[in-house]
């Protein structure tokens, strides 16, 4: 496939066990970003990479949300004692590099409830 | 008050209409604006990009933004039932490497 590729597309977790979500981008793709989609609301910007290094991690909510690209490709965000107001769509974007005048190609997200 | 005001509708016309989605924002230093469409249960997909004021037009797609009334604009002609999707802006103050600020998305219904 020659998308952005998310796993798993659904995730059921019980407060305060530990997530890790999945995301493949498309390959030779410099940026990775990662967004969190709230049920009726946009996207919100939670981190960015480019290639390995994490140049900005200013949306993370808390210190409970973790997110490495170690090899400079796959990427995975990790949330810690999961609550409930973590329920969202979690998406994964990535870019060739990081302009705007690149498009951002996003996969189709994770979907995380916290029960 | 959010950076980025976006009605979220829901907007409903029938084929062959000419829908208009609009934003307003507040933050002066916004100067790249961007609409994505997202279909159910998918991600976003980027339609149209602008930088700064201006029109800039792709088949029947139209983008205004008006940056001296901190307002921009996604036009459609002659909508057909597969534009039926949420429409989302997003921008930003810089070029490279830093994160869109998206509104809530407008849910379109276009009838057939």
């Known amino acids: 496939g020659a998308g952005v590729s998310q796993s798993p597309r659904y995730k059921v977790a019980k407060r305060g066990q530990d997530v890790a979500l999945r995301c493949d981008p498309i390959?030779?793709?410099?940026?990775l970003f990662w967004y969190q989609q709230a049920l009726g609301q946009g996207p919100e910007f939670l981190t960015y990479f480019q290639n390995e290094a994490q140049l900005d991690k200013s949306g993370l909510p808390s210190d409970r949300f973790f997110a490495e690209r170690p090899e400079g490709s796959v990427s995975t965000l990790k949330i810690q004692r999961t609550q409930q107001e973590d329920s969202a769509v979690y998406l994964c974007?990535?870019?060739?590099?990081?302009?705007?005048?690149?498009?951002?190609?996003f996969g189709n997200g994770t979907r995380l409830t916290v029960t | 008050q959010k950076e980025v005001e976006q009605d979220p509708g829901p907007l409903s016309v029938p084929e062959g209409a000419i829908v208009s989605l609009n934003c307003t924002y507040s933050?002066?230093?916004?100067?790249?604006f961007m609409w994505y469409r997202q279909y159910s249960r998918k991600g976003p997909e980027l339609l149209m990009y602008?930088?700064?004021?201006g029109n800039k037009e792709d088949g029947r797609f139209t983008a205004q933004v008006d940056k001296s009334s901190k307002y921009i604009s996604l036009f459609i002609r002659d909508s057909q039932p597969s534009d039926s999707a949420t429409y989302l802006c997003a921008m930003s103050a810089k070029q490279a490497g830093t994160a869109l600020i998206f509104g809530k998305g407008t849910t379109l219904s276009v009838s057939s």
């Open positions: 602008t930088y700064s004021s």
């Open positions: 933050n002066s230093a916004f100067q790249y």
């Open positions: 974007a990535s870019s060739f590099h990081g302009a705007l005048n690149s498009p951002l190609h």
């Open positions: 390959s030779g793709h410099v940026s």
